[in-house]
């Protein structure tokens, strides 16, 4: 979802669709919306500017009315005469509204009674706001901080600069403090970088196309939209069989499936004592909807990878003495990548160095989207010219943590943490590769030259196997849009480089980033769940579910979240 300034906002929301009555209405909906699927209240205070702003919130409150006991209205104006005819227009009939024209009005009983609801919502001030405030607004803004109740503001809160990209905490400002942010049209900087809020932050687009007015960011943000295109229900799709698959002829594909496949991801991983990891990559690609998976790992922990889930084939590997794969494995190659269409790498495989020769050689010859993760990408350590694998050579995706990615691409450390997504661009860059650079704020530079920032996500992300699931989702979003066709129409997504069209290059990397706003979502679901410190990896993989039927209510409502 593309990021938006105040003005560019503005501009989209004076198209030719655009009535402005019709955006009043529909923004009041859309934060009554939020309210109402967010937090809990029986009732509500609503303090209205005199501009569009304050207009959102009458709507709001109209709505709100249906639901809570008692709605109040605060409207800085000494009377409807000093609104814009559209906002007046949007007076409820339910409420008379309490009017305020001077700082002294704030201590009126009626005030302060109304400031006691369970829900305030800051409708005072629109998002092309400058600094210093009114002192009337001033006013308004300690009052609304003072209060009791949860806050929630429409666009931005009070004080807030939209377009400022500095941390709230930074502002030293008379600012709103929410608990909430419902976001119109579309994310502007602050909700973005501006840590506004613990609480969730919202996007309703109101109906208007931004996609055709010109963006001045650098970057984008990941919502449940993304999700919900990347992994959309295939009522039809079938996974193609996987035929017979042992000795020899393991992996061979054994015909088309009736429909569409969802693909086959084969995920390389694991070491002796880094069962678990391979075995959790693998449920991941599973779990996020591929058709099958094959796991490939040393032969000594095979049946303990097998034994997790019956739902996991499994292929033996030839192994080292300290039980990782070993270089002639390289061997057996060919026969693996037959009949898949995605390749997750490094999980779990060690740090041996005949394993990270295997790494490098499959890299320079595999013929299919390539993830590198993990002791994956260590294999490089000193050898980072050789990640890139040309221009010939399908998607790669590399995902790399700050320290990490510090030592492959010689980067300063301080850099990549003070601007990741400059650091993961030119990561970016330098490979060919889709990159994606984990950490709090988990940003993915895409080989199409976009960039995303995702704001979901916590602490326990960074924990062992957690972070390995990211690179099986991954997998198996971009192994479930390879076309299989054989009547050459349409290349597919495992065509090379060079063949595909930028269009497609774009959607892979969208698809990678869809997959990480999944993986985040799905922690977050869990941490609410149980506890951030109890958060595990089996635990996220069974918040997939519901990660996957928030992100479909979001398409469905039309309301997308930057963070819960």
């Known amino acids: 979802m593309r990021i938006f300034t105040g003005s560019e906002s503005a501009e989209a929301a004076s198209g030719p669709e655009a009535s402005p009555e019709v955006l009043l209405r529909r923004a009041g909906y859309a934060v009554a919306q939020f309210c109402a699927s967010q937090f809990k209240f029986r009732s509500v205070c609503v303090l209205c500017g005199k501009g569009k702003k304050g207009g959102a919130g009458l709507i709001a409150a109209e709505a709100l009315h249906r639901v809570a006991d008692t709605v109040s209205l605060i409207i800085l104006a000494k009377g409807a005469e000093e609104l814009r005819p559209e906002v007046a ?11 305020i024209a001077d700082e002294a009005d704030f201590a009126r009983d009626p005030v302060q009674q109304a400031l006691g609801a369970d829900l305030i919502i800051d409708a005072l001030v629109g998002t092309g706001f400058k600094a210093p405030l009114r002192r009337l607004v001033a006013a308004a803004v300690a009052a ?14 009070t004080g807030v600069d939209a377009d400022s990209k500095a941390a709230l905490r930074a502002s030293g400002g008379n600012v709103v403090f929410s608990h909430g ?32 007015v010109p963006s001045s960011a650098c970057v984008q943000v990941i919502t449940g939209r993304e999700v919900g295109m990347t992994f959309a229900p295939e009522s039809e799709h079938t996974s193609r069989p996987l035929g017979q ?42 779990n996020a909807g591929a058709g099958g998976v094959t796991v490939a790992c040393p032969k000594s922990i095979q049946p ?50 005949a394993t990270g020769t295997f790494v490098r050689r499959l890299a320079s010859t595999c013929t299919l989207p390539l993830i590198i993760d993990g002791d994956g990408l260590d294999a490089f350590e000193g050898r980072f010219a050789e990640i890139k694998r040309g221009a010939k050579t399908p998607f790669l995706v590399l995902t790399p943590h700050p320290a990490q990615a510090a030592r492959l691409a010689g980067l300063a450390l301080e850099n990549i943490r003070a601007d990741g997504v400059s650091a993961a661009r030119r990561i970016a860059r330098a490979t060919d590769a889709c990159v994606v ?12 030259e976009e960039a995303w920032i995702n704001l979901s996500g916590n602490a326990a992300l960074a924990k062992p196997s957690v972070d390995e699931l990211l690179c099986g989702l991954i997998g198996a979003a971009l192994a479930r849009h390879v076309d299989h066709r054989s009547d050459g129409a349409d290349a597919g997504d495992s ?11 774009l959607l892979n990397d969208l698809r990678v980033a869809a997959a990480v706003h999944l993986h985040a979502l799905a922690a977050d679901i869990a941490r609410d769940a149980l506890h951030e410190n109890a958060v595990g990896a089996t635990d996220v993989l069974e918040a997939l579910v519901e990660a996957f039927r928030d992100c479909d209510l979001q398409v469905e409502q039309n309301l997308f979240y930057l963070h819960k």
């Not at 609304?144 to 809160?157: E, F, Q």
């Open 89 to 99: 227009a949007c007076l409820p009939s339910h409420a008379e509204p309490i009017w």
């Open 144 to 157: 609304v901080n003072d209060a009791s109740g949860s806050i929630v503001a429409i666009d931005v809160p």
């Open 181 to 212: 942010i419902i976001a119109l049209i579309a994310p502007k900087p602050a909700h973005v970088l501006g840590d506004l809020t613990a609480g969730p932050i919202a996007v309703s687009e109101l109906g208007v196309q931004p996609t055709f």
């Open 245 to 286: 698959e042992s000795g020899q002829d393991f992996g061979q594909d054994s015909g088309q499936s009736l429909g569409q496949s969802l693909g086959h991801v084969l995920v390389i991983a694991g070491s002796a004592g880094r069962e678990g990891t391979a075995a959790l990559t693998g449920m991941a690609a599973l």
């Open 304 to 353: 303990t990878v097998a034994g997790f889930a019956a739902a996991l084939a499994t292929y033996a590997l030839p192994e080292t003495d300290q039980g990782t794969i070993a270089e002639a494995a390289n061997d057996r190659i060919g026969g693996l990548l037959a009949g898949k269409d995605a390749v997750v790498i490094g999980p779990g495989l060690s740090h041996n160095p």
């Open 437 to 448: 650079l984990k950490g709090r704020r988990s940003v993915v530079a895409g080989a199409s």
């Open 495 to 505: 065509a090379t480089t060079a063949d595909r069209p930028f269009a497609r290059v």
